[in-house]
């Protein structure tokens, strides 16, 4: 599908290789242009999908590690296929910019594409072998294999922040394919057009590269109990989940109530703070202020590494920080808001935040319906030492700037924070003996530690942990972006004395 026209939604659910439709409908509510009636989810048809997921895994998580590369980057190839359809109703459906989208796009198919060569590689295998010792006293060993095999059908749900590479085909899906899991995907009704063109390239690659058509379903809309049906499905073995800390952790609490437990790996928030110290702030704060503001308002701070808190010890140079910072958030104008929600929600999280004694506005704005624009508030290390609402995200352009009296304090907070998915230190080589305390503290908090740059932009990459204790994900050894998170939806599992025609394809 090469050809530049406009992508009209039929709006059906993907089961197992055809589209179905349903008796219910919803409208989908773009930023601009037009909407689109989509088929509503039901506990039908997700327990259809699971079927054909389970049945799919027979084959699929059986299959080489050839055969599914190939998958991979055959959906990568279909997903660049449709690239301007995609940009088009992406853009509509989320008023994102159209550069915003193309690199998300891009960033879709390179994790595609890469994962597809780490599978290759066998890295993720973690293959180990102890030879029999059948002539050791007192007792003689057997022979052992170990390898990580998938563990069956992966429900995932899509985020409303990332209409690509968290959602549909994004990084859960990219990782539980890559493992060998089907997967069933509970698309967000943020973006349902955008899944729909995503699920019609993995179909197209389905059927390209003769897989089980059950390998991939794609259930539309549904309120909670299309969720709950999902989550708590007998032959779903694992979930994959980025979104809010409240629907977050219903669906983790129903994971764990279930008769058999299944892990759920939720990014759910995180304020993401950073930590200024003095003779970086004394040497270049008016440069840290300028770049602290243009992430802080990257895509209308629908980040989850938006970095919300800036940590100074009080005294001239946090004055002229905040003042610059105040400046550079001022030139900065309205952005369109994913959602009419998200919107709402930021503007519900600015007055809990504003209202909080202790809490002085250096820059307020108004916003209303589905824009956002900046604010900027300051209060003490006391006051952020009495008042938990002050740790909490705000999922949107907003900053608060934490005025401590010293490094004491300073250190008295990082022990307070809860899990995040970063912690950033501003740090000049005067800097090092505090960086150093606050080092093993930030270690664990964070599953991500930068030093002098900014978090939001999260590199595909071997190396990348996006995770960290509760609330910024629901399985601290665990990240959602990178190889590493292909690991989530494998198990370890031990072959003694097995002759090698039984053994899996990666250990004969």
């Not at 007792?139 to 052992?144: E, G, N, Y």
């Not at 259930?219 to 109990?225: A, F, M, N, T, W």
Request: with cysteine.
């Amino acid at each position: 599908m090469t050809e530049k026209q406009g992508f009209a939604p039929h709006g059906n659910h993907l089961i197992a290789g055809a589209w179905v439709g349903g008796e219910a409908s919803f409208l989908s509510e773009p930023a601009h242009g037009p909407a689109h009636s989509f088929s509503v989810g039901s506990a039908d048809l997700v327990n259809r999908a699971c079927e054909a997921a389970e049945d799919a895994f027979w084959s699929y998580g059986s299959s080489s590690r050839e055969a599914r590369a190939q998958f991979l980057n055959a959906i990568a190839d279909e997903i660049e296929a449709r690239a301007d359809q995609i940009t088009e109703i992406g853009t509509q459906e989320t008023g994102l910019p159209e550069a915003r989208l193309q690199g998300e796009r891009g960033r879709t198919t390179g994790q595609l594409r890469l994962f597809a060569q780490h599978i290759l590689a066998g890295h993720h295998l973690d293959r180990r072998h102890d030879e029999a010792l059948p002539d050791r006293a007192p007792l003689p060993r057997p022979d052992l294999k170990m390898v990580q095999r998938p563990v069956g059908p992966v429900a995932v749900f899509g985020a409303s922040n990332f209409p690509l590479a968290f959602s549909t085909a994004g990084g859960d899906t990219a990782a539980a394919l890559a493992a060998g899991c089907p997967v069933v995907v509970k698309g967000h009704s943020a973006h349902p057009g955008t899944g729909e063109i995503v699920a019609e390239a993995i179909k197209a690659a389905i059927e390209t590269c003769g897989v089980h058509p059950g390998v991939f379903s794609l259930i539309q809309g549904g309120k909670r109990d299309v969720g709950t049906t999902l989550v708590t499905h007998p032959l779903i073995t694992a979930v994959g989940f980025t979104g809010s800390l409240r629907g977050g952790r219903a669906l983790f609490d129903l994971c764990a109530a279930r008769e058999n437990p299944i892990p759920f790996f939720g990014e759910l928030g995180s304020v993401n703070p950073m930590f200024l110290l003095p003779e970086a702030l004394n040497a270049r704060g008016a440069a840290l202020a300028q770049g602290w503001a243009g992430s802080l308002t990257m895509g209308a701070g629908q980040f989850c590494t938006n970095p919300g808190i800036a940590v100074v010890i009080e005294g001239p140079d946090a004055d002229a920080f905040t003042e610059a910072a105040g400046k550079a958030l001022e030139a900065i104008g309205p952005q369109t808001m994913l959602t009419d929600g998200i919107a709402s929600a930021y503007r519900n999280g600015r007055d809990h935040i504003k209202d909080v004694s202790g809490v002085e506005a250096v820059v307020t704005t108004d916003c209303n319906g589905r824009t956002a624009t900046p604010y900027l508030y300051a209060t003490t290390g006391d006051a952020w030492l009495t008042n938990e609402v002050l740790g909490e995200e705000v999922f949107g352009p907003l900053g608060l700037i934490v005025r401590v009296k010293d490094m004491e304090q300073m250190l008295k907070l990082a022990h307070t924070l809860k899990g995040q998915l970063t912690c950033t230190l501003h740090m000049d080589a005067g800097d090092t003996e505090d960086g150093q305390k606050l080092m093993p503290i930030l270690e664990r908090k964070a599953g991500r530690l930068l030093a002098n740059g900014f978090p939001t932009g999260v590199e595909v990459c071997d190396a990348m942990v996006h995770g960290g204790h509760y609330p910024a994900s629901t399985n601290f050894g665990a990240t959602s972006v990178g190889t590493l998170s292909i690991r989530r939806f494998l198990r370890p599992v031990c072959y003694q004395n097995l002759p090698d025609d039984l053994l899996p394809l990666d250990l004969r």
